[in-house]
């Protein structure tokens, strides 16, 4: 079974510039997070989707982060304009369905993003 | 509000030699579940164990052990025998159930080195 497919791998930006990550989750797999991790932290829970929508996005910075799911499977997370601090790993992850006793997430590799 | 706290930002053994990774978390949930992660350098998360506050049975899966002590809100890793290829981070998650969603909060993560 292929994991979670991220594209690209790396990202190197300058600030104020616009970056789009795509993630491809397991096939089948209903929900589809998107995590942010800096440096020396753990990952940071940004959006996640059920299907196609927005489950939770408290933590989106939504002035300058934008996602989409539109077809309920991949889905896209963009920045603009960047900033210095958006340097950072972007991790999507994806599991069968929202609730359940054990509902495992399945991450991809990540994008590290470095802006300068 | 959910806290995963783990104390140990970096730790250094022989090969060989046993670690213990201390993980302590909060919440008000009566029922949530704790998990363990490693991201080797190649930066994808790794799942290793789920737990749930019902079950405080300790487990044991070949050179991996976990201890997990609600009266103390803890749920502490060990590696026996530690071997080389275990250098990773190695995150402790938490999940709460009240209120639905699968949103996981991660402590910081403890960098664990093993040398020869």
């Known amino acids: 079974e292929a994991g979670v497919a991220q594209s690209p791998r790396y990202k190197i930006i300058e600030k104020r510039q616009s970056v789009a990550f795509w993630c491809n989750p397991i096939?089948?797999?209903?929900?589809l997070y998107w995590y942010q991790q800096i440096l020396g932290q753990g990952p940071k829970l940004l959006i996640q989707?059920?299907?196609?929508?927005?489950?939770?996005d408290s933590q989106l910075p939504k002035d300058r982060f934008s996602a989409e799911r539109l077809k309920g499977v991949d889905s896209t997370l963009k920045i603009q304009p960047a900033k210095l601090e958006d340097s950072a790993v972007y991790l999507c992850?994806?599991?069968?369905?929202?609730?359940?006793?054990?509902?495992?997430?399945?991450f991809g590799p990540g994008t590290r993003l470095t802006v300068l | 509000a959910q806290k995963v706290t783990q104390a140990q930002t970096e730790i250094s053994v022989v090969e060989k030699e046993d670690v213990t990774l201390d993980c302590v978390y909060e919440t008000r949930d009566t029922t949530y579940y704790l998990f363990w992660y490693k991201q080797p350098p190649s930066g994808e998360l790794v799942f290793l164990i789920r737990r749930n506050s019902f079950d405080e049975q300790n487990e044991i899966s070949g050179r991996y052990s976990w201890n997990f002590q609600k009266s103390t809100s803890s749920f502490n890793f060990t590696i026996t025998a530690s071997q080389v290829v275990d250098s990773a981070v190695y995150f402790c998650?938490?999940?709460?159930?009240?209120?639905?969603?699968?949103?996981?909060?991660f402590g910081t993560g403890t960098q664990l080195k093993v040398e020869l």
């Open positions: 992850a994806s599991s069968p369905r929202l609730r359940g006793a054990y509902n495992e997430q399945f």
């Open positions: 989707f059920q299907n196609n929508g927005v489950v939770d």
């Open positions: 998650a938490l999940k709460g159930y009240t209120g639905g969603g699968n949103k996981l909060t």
């Open positions: 096939s089948g797999h209903a929900t």
